[in-house]
């Protein structure tokens, strides 16, 4: 009887621990293309949110969706983020991502900003801007010369534009643009004038051609509004003080904006989790400190631009919807091509 009662009183003493012990930490796996350093806030308030942590592998957006092609079924991704609405289109063409229901983001997030079959959903956007030299060229002749992005084919601007390889998808899409703007035939001839009027030939990334503007080596960049930012915002501010920003718009084509977003992975071993970290993303919490910290426009409505981006004027943005830089894109690369855009 005695022995029977103190198996009883250990076994209630065991439930006791076990129910007093908290559950494991439910997780969401991010494969993202952008760093975790620039992520880790927006991370660390959705864990402290939801208590659910969020595991990231990071890498260029093309390896992460060769890598979920590979993995298949046994992919371990919930979520993937990436740059560039022409990534996000060719992962939803190889089958990556799945579509999803969900009425916030249909609420806060543009209809040009997202996929129509909802497979992804923009969450920050950056113009495609032109930087230019203060000191050979003003505002007044940028905006009389240049105009819009098809100002730059012409021959006022021989020999002085920089621009990084037409490889890099920021470029397809802005060749994209042009296209769903003008036809193909005036974007070819569009890309060919662009491409006599370089100052020299394509290499390295946005920051390099800004500081080829700023070193006199070109008088105008084509360049994303956020790497200016952040080159503003750092130990770079002074060597490039002599530049200034411009929004190229005409009466066809407003300003190229292009978005970085995320999707849920088609085989998402947590989608409840997953959809919950990308409302999460939208909601203007998110959308205020993702924006200061990527030096980004917000997509919400309601959320204003922060730091160096905030002090710049307003611009029109293309009307063109974003998806369409993705369905053009082969269209685009073969442009440039044929172009000697290398």
Do not use: C
């Not at 009027?197 to 390099?208: E, I, K």
């Not at 003080?241 to 970085?260: E, K, L, R």
């Amino acid at each position: 009887m005695r022995l029977l009662t103190l198996l009883l009183a250990l076994a209630i003493t065991s439930s006791s621990i076990l129910a007093a012990t908290p559950a494991a930490t439910e997780s969401v796996n991010l494969y993202s293309a952008r760093k975790e350093a620039l992520l880790r806030p927006l991370l660390d308030a959705f864990t402290e949110k939801t208590g659910t942590e969020v595991r990231i592998v990071a890498a260029f957006g093309g390896q992460l969706i060769q890598r979920m092609i590979a993995e298949g079924e046994n992919s371990p991704a919930d979520v993937l983020l990436t740059v560039d609405a022409g990534n996000l289109w060719r992962a939803a063409d190889a089958g990556v991502l799945r579509p999803v229901d969900s009425e916030y983001l249909h609420s806060v997030i543009p209809s040009d900003y997202r996929d129509p079959d909802n497979r992804w959903f923009g969450l920050s956007l950056r113009a495609r801007a032109v930087v230019y030299a203060t000191d050979r060229v003003s505002l007044d002749s940028i905006a009389a010369d240049l105009g819009g992005y098809i100002g730059l084919a012409a021959p006022v601007w021989e020999g002085r534009v920089a621009v990084r390889s037409s490889g890099n998808i920021y470029n397809q899409s802005l060749i994209a643009a042009v296209i769903a703007n003008f036809g193909p035939e005036r974007a070819e001839q569009w890309a060919r004038g662009v491409v006599g009027n370089f100052a020299r030939p394509p290499s390295g990334g946005d920051r390099d051609q800004i500081r080829a503007v700023a070193a006199g080596e070109a008088d105008v960049a084509i360049v994303n509004s956020y790497y200016y930012a952040l080159m503003l915002g750092s130990e770079e501010s002074a060597s490039i003080s002599n530049t200034a920003i411009y929004f190229p718009t005409d009466d066809q084509m407003g300003t190229h904006v292009n978005v970085s977003g995320a999707g849920v992975a088609q085989h998402a071993p947590h989608p409840e989790l997953a959809l919950a970290f990308i409302e999460f993303l939208a909601s203007p919490e998110s959308q205020s400190l993702y924006a200061l910290i990527n030096n980004e426009y917000p997509v919400h409505p309601d959320v204003h631009p922060g730091g160096e981006v905030a002090k710049w004027k307003k611009f029109t943005p293309d009307d063109v919807p974003v998806v369409e830089f993705g369905k053009l894109n082969a269209d685009a690369v073969r442009i440039a091509d044929r172009a000697g855009w290398k």
